[in-house]
């Protein structure tokens, strides 16, 4: 059988083909939504992304996962987020993590609809869920937030040049470092390319990536293959693959790069080849 063509294996975001779907986990409102990459995407145990919206007044329950983990991420306006029973109001964009064998959920409080995105890597290719009945509205907030959360800001990234082999200055971040996941998961990267600069080629040993372009536009080569990218993109790289990122529009390319190793023990050996830094708060 033919290989499918790297532009085929892109998922793109479609708000027109996103279901519609109330009382998502026993939450409030509505919300639209639709996977923009699935668990055939990879090779490693990253089951979905999800892009949407949740409507004003709406939101998910809160829910567990015992044997998988995902991340609720809102690119613009405000949304309360739980982890645990504890609930805190955060500013776009921004994601907090759902550890295995914990339980999360989100609401939308405010008149506006907000831009959502869900990740969920799990140890197997199952996804599991078990609902609380609790549409988490209403609920008692803290100021700061219980749980780890992972701001997608801009002032918070450092310039790299060269990076990967790449050519210019891009600015970089390590939003999410492996010792936050308990599954395969083993990181989520910021990365700002601006016009003209490129990332690459490299490829990591034992991992695989799913890059959500979060604006811009521009190229990615998958193992000498290349495709146009723009907002609203989520690429596939598999194990092995070697992939180059490039900016080629007037905006730069602004990329959420999500990790996923083979297993555990690749992961280890990820961890203790790479130089991250330590948990020190705000993520």
């Given at each position: 059988?033919?290989?499918?063509?790297?532009?085929?294996?892109?998922?793109?975001?479609?708000?027109?083909?996103?279901?519609?779907?109330e009382k998502v986990h026993d939450?409030?409102?509505?919300?639209?939504?639709?996977?923009?990459?699935?668990?055939?995407?990879?090779?490693?145990?990253?089951?979905?992304?999800?892009?949407?919206?949740?409507?004003?007044?709406?939101?998910?329950?809160?829910?567990?996962?015992?044997?998988?983990?995902?991340?609720?991420?809102?690119?613009?306006?405000?949304?309360?987020?739980?982890?645990?029973?504890?609930?805190?109001?955060?500013?776009?964009?921004?994601?907090?993590?759902?550890?295995?064998?914990?339980?999360?959920?989100?609401?939308?409080?405010?008149?506006?609809p907000v831009q959502w995105l869900?990740?969920?890597?799990?140890?197997?290719?199952?996804?599991?869920?078990?609902?609380?009945?609790?549409?988490?509205?209403?609920?008692?907030?803290?100021?700061?937030?219980?749980?780890?959360?992972?701001?997608?800001?801009?002032?918070?990234?450092?310039?790299?040049?060269?990076?990967?082999?790449?050519?210019?200055?891009?600015?970089?971040?390590?939003?999410?470092?492996?010792?936050?996941?308990?599954?395969?998961?083993?990181?989520?990267?910021?990365?700002?390319?601006?016009?003209?600069?490129?990332?690459?080629?490299?490829?990591?040993?034992?991992?695989?990536?799913?890059?959500?372009?979060?604006?811009?536009?521009?190229?990615?080569?998958?193992?000498?293959?290349?495709?146009?990218?723009?907002?609203?993109?989520?690429?596939?790289?598999?194990?092995?693959?070697?992939?180059?990122?490039?900016?080629?529009?007037?905006?730069?390319?602004?990329?959420?790069?999500?990790?996923?190793?083979?297993?555990?023990?690749?992961?280890?050996?990820?961890?203790?080849?790479?130089?991250?830094?330590?948990?020190?708060?705000?993520?």
């Open positions: 059988m033919a290989a499918v063509p790297l532009a085929e294996r892109i998922g793109h975001s479609d708000p027109a083909r996103f279901h519609h779907i939450g409030a409102g509505s919300m639209a939504f639709g996977p923009i990459l699935g668990a055939d995407a990879l090779g490693t145990n990253l089951l979905f992304i999800h892009r949407g919206v949740i409507a004003p007044h709406s939101g998910i329950g809160q829910h567990f996962h015992n044997a998988c983990e995902e991340m609720f991420v809102i690119l613009d306006g405000e949304a309360e987020f739980t982890v645990d029973g504890r609930t805190s109001l955060l500013k776009g964009p921004v994601g907090a993590p759902d550890r295995m064998g914990h339980a999360h959920g989100i609401y939308n409080p405010t008149d506006k869900n990740i969920n890597v799990s140890t197997t290719k199952s996804y599991d869920a078990f609902n609380l009945g609790d549409p988490r509205q209403g609920v008692p907030l803290d100021a700061i937030p219980q749980f780890i959360t992972m701001h997608l800001d801009r002032s918070l990234l450092k310039p790299v040049a060269n990076m990967e082999g790449g050519t210019g200055t891009v600015q970089y971040r390590r939003a999410l470092d492996p010792t936050v996941f308990s599954t395969p998961w083993s990181y989520v990267d910021h990365l700002l390319i601006p016009p003209g600069a490129s990332v690459g080629p490299a490829a990591k040993a034992g991992m695989s990536e799913a890059i959500y372009v979060m604006g811009g536009s521009g190229t990615v080569t998958v193992d000498g293959e290349t495709a146009p990218i723009r907002g609203g993109d989520a690429i596939p790289v598999d194990i092995g693959q070697s992939r180059t990122l490039k900016a080629t529009g007037a905006e730069p390319l602004e990329l959420m790069v999500i990790g996923v190793a083979r297993d555990m023990a690749a992961k280890t050996a990820f961890m203790a080849a790479t130089r991250f830094p330590r948990a020190g708060g705000r993520q």
